[in-house]
């Protein structure tokens, strides 16, 4: 029991000491060691800022969004940072205001309202009657850290594929990757660099799916007017 007893109190001492130099980056086993009742995680937002070129074409179709998939690594509210190709840790206190893959639904959905080329989108929990159903997959979304940077550099990587309805037959998929470095190593600027990456990312996918949707509208037009 005393040996047991030592051994707690020799890894609590040491997620003190990496508490102490690194505040943001106690990893995800020393915070479990560490609660802090009263002391809720401060909640981030993400904003979408995405800018599209004016000649997107308009479509008269209406697109539901599925909820991305994820592994169970991000499919968490909680910001992930990686040190390493092969670990996944998280930032200490600090919580985004819902899992990962829900905020990217809603992103995509106000990133296609953003447009005003669409007539209808929605979460695909909406009583809506698709044309189109877009499916997806949160590849990456977390905040990279090298031994030679001080600040981490965040990586946003979303595959998309969309679904001619109501046969849910795919017609197309996209994959889009981009990065952001953060400002500085503090929180504010680190969620600024997941914006900005996650941006990059929707603003490329969005006008994919637009111009995916117009094309084989059109086809379907020319299929159905042939004798």
């Given at each position: 029991?005393?040996?047991l007893?030592?051994?707690?109190l020799?890894?609590?001492r040491?997620?003190?000491r990496?508490?102490?130099?690194?505040?943001l980056?106690?990893a995800?086993?020393?915070a479990?060691?560490?609660?802090?009742?009263?002391?809720p995680p401060?909640l981030y937002?993400?904003?979408?800022?995405v800018?599209?070129p004016?000649?997107?074409?308009?479509?008269?179709?209406q697109?539901?969004?599925?909820?991305?998939?994820?592994?169970?690594g991000l499919?968490t509210?909680?910001?992930?940072l990686?040190r390493s190709?092969v670990?996944?840790?998280?930032?200490?206190?600090?919580?985004w205001t819902?899992?990962?893959?829900?905020?990217?639904?809603?992103l995509?959905?106000?990133?296609f309202?953003?447009?005003?080329?669409i007539?209808?989108?929605?979460?695909?929990?909406?009583s809506?009657?698709?044309?189109?159903?877009l499916?997806?997959e949160l590849?990456r979304f977390?905040?990279?850290?090298?031994?030679?940077?001080?600040?981490?550099k965040?990586?946003?990587?979303?595959?998309?594929?969309?679904?001619?309805m109501?046969?849910r037959?795919?017609?197309?998929?996209r994959?889009?990757?981009?990065?952001?470095?953060?400002?500085?190593?503090?929180?504010?600027?680190?969620?600024?660099?997941?914006?900005?990456?996650?941006d990059?990312?929707?603003e490329?996918?969005v006008?994919?799916?637009?111009?995916?949707?117009?094309a084989?509208a059109?086809?379907?037009?020319r299929r159905?007017?042939?004798?």
């Amino acid at each position: 029991m005393t040996r047991l007893r030592d051994a707690r109190l020799s890894r609590r001492r040491l997620c003190r000491r990496l508490a102490a130099g690194t505040p943001l980056l106690l990893a995800a086993g020393c915070a479990s060691l560490l609660p802090q009742p009263g002391q809720p995680p401060q909640l981030y937002l993400l904003r979408s800022r995405v800018k599209f070129p004016p000649d997107l074409p308009r479509v008269s179709q209406q697109l539901l969004v599925a909820l991305p998939v994820a592994s169970a690594g991000l499919d968490t509210e909680r910001i992930a940072l990686s040190r390493s190709a092969v670990t996944l840790d998280y930032f200490a206190n600090a919580a985004w205001t819902d899992h990962a893959p829900a905020l990217v639904q809603s992103l995509l959905v106000r990133s296609f309202e953003a447009t005003g080329k669409i007539v209808g989108v929605a979460r695909d929990s909406a009583s809506l009657r698709p044309d189109y159903l877009l499916l997806s997959e949160l590849e990456r979304f977390e905040a990279v850290y090298s031994d030679s940077e001080a600040a981490p550099k965040v990586e946003a990587a979303l595959v998309l594929r969309l679904a001619r309805m109501p046969d849910r037959v795919i017609i197309g998929e996209r994959r889009a990757e981009r990065s952001a470095a953060a400002g500085a190593n503090s929180m504010a600027p680190i969620v600024a660099a997941f914006g900005e990456a996650l941006d990059g990312a929707l603003e490329e996918l969005v006008a994919w799916t637009l111009r995916r949707i117009s094309a084989d509208a059109a086809s379907g037009a020319r299929r159905g007017a042939a004798p």
